[in-house]
């Protein structure tokens, strides 16, 4: 501390810190009407104090969880979709049972983070996919406490979940064999169900696209991927939003079959309009409502029919997309038309899919190789 006589009698004293995020060194001062030693004393005090609250003010080290939590929710609703915001607001609820609500947010660090992570997959047998989730959210929900400022550093960065040893046999996304093709379609009562099952099935849609496809986005030889329905909300108020990514706007070709699919499905709907005095819809595979069918009802119809098959695979509507990936693997098309076609911007699950079958191809190859006799 040093200190400086001012032309008006008063006293400025001063004392230089190291900024701890710049390393630069930085001052602070305070004027009293004294140079004693009690005044000294006096301005010790008050620089350390000044000094300590600017090291300090960066960190905002008593913003608790909740009010983190708080703050985060009033955004990010309104910059991802509502099927995202949604999923994401249910791992809240997750995380709130791990971290109390008056938590420090400067005091939680990877430490803690990876213990919480571990714990939510290892003991309460949180899926991998959830806990995945879970740590993008706690992610999210720190890098919006840096940019506010909070803290300093994402704790969340570098911290690695490893599978469990007994599910490595479950990395292969499931897709259905031709048999199991033509079984499941024989069980699933409704005939609305079925032709949209084997359009999905040609097509690798995804369910909220097939649930947003409408007659204008159909043409002759190919229709329109341009948007999908939320069906997170209730189905007389989904809407229909922007594609899952951009890679997902895409012109998908028709098959002969798909063709006849949609033209006997507007003809089942011109009946149900007339029949049920309803208003005309836009939505090509809609309710007797005119309203999308909503996706647990067709996941059900779908599990149902899969029982009643004999199928020991889990049945949902997003294992037709992976059974259409598989098909045109075992066609021989290469990797990144089909990656176009159901618009994957990443290619982990496509190759996943396509490698698996790859290798029954091969096996296929040797069974017939060992029959050839020379």
Not at 26 to 46: D, E, F, G, P
Not at 50 to 79: G, M, R
Not at 313 to 332: D, M, N
Not at 356 to 362: A, F, G, R
Request: glycine letters at 4%.
């Amino acid at each position: 501390m040093w200190m400086e006589e001012l032309p008006n009698g008063k006293f400025t004293y001063r004392e230089r810190y190291k900024d701890p995020y710049t390393e630069k060194y930085k001052k602070v001062s305070v004027t009293l009407n004294s140079k004693s030693n009690q005044a000294k004393n006096k301005a010790q005090r008050i620089l350390n104090e000044k000094i300590e609250n600017k090291l300090s003010e960066k960190n905002h080290d008593k913003v608790t969880f909740k009010q983190l939590t708080d703050e985060f929710w009033i955004y990010y609703p309104k910059t991802v979709k509502h099927r995202t915001a949604t999923r994401a607001y249910n791992n809240q609820k997750i995380l709130n049972k791990k971290i109390g609500s008056e938590y420090i947010v400067g005091n939680i660090d990877k430490s803690f983070i990876q213990k919480t992570l571990d714990e939510l997959y290892y003991q309460d047998n949180y899926s991998l996919s959830t806990t995945k989730q879970i740590k993008s959210l706690i992610s999210q929900l720190f890098l919006f406490a840096s940019k506010r400022d909070y803290i300093n550093v994402n704790p969340v960065e570098d911290i690695v979940i490893k599978r469990k040893s007994n599910t490595s046999n479950n990395t292969t996304p499931k897709f259905l064999e031709r048999n199991e093709i033509e079984s499941l379609l024989e069980h699933i009562k409704s005939k609305r169900y079925r032709d949209m099952t084997e359009f999905m099935i040609l097509t690798g849609l995804r369910y909220g696209e097939l649930s947003g496809l409408t007659y204008d986005n159909n043409f002759d030889d190919y229709f329109v991927i341009d948007g999908t329905f939320d069906y997170t909300q209730a189905i007389t108020k989904g809407v229909k939003t922007t594609p899952k990514t951009n890679k997902a706007n895409r012109k998908i070709y028709h098959t002969y079959r798909t063709k006849r699919i949609i033209d006997e499905v507007h003809e089942e709907n011109q009946l149900l309009w007339l029949k049920n005095n309803v208003v005309k819809t836009d939505y090509i595979f809609c309710g007797i409502h005119g309203n999308p069918i909503g996706v647990y009802n067709f996941n059900r119809a779908l599990q149902i029919a899969g029982e009643k098959a004999g199928i020991e695979k889990y049945i949902s509507s997003h294992i037709l997309r992976h059974t259409h990936i598989s098909i045109l693997s075992e066609l021989g098309v290469e990797l990144k038309t089909i990656m176009d076609r159901v618009g994957h911007t990443k290619p982990d699950v496509t190759l996943s899919i396509y490698t698996h079958v790859t290798k029954n191809m091969q096996k296929s190859m040797i069974d017939k190789l060992n029959n050839f006799i020379i």
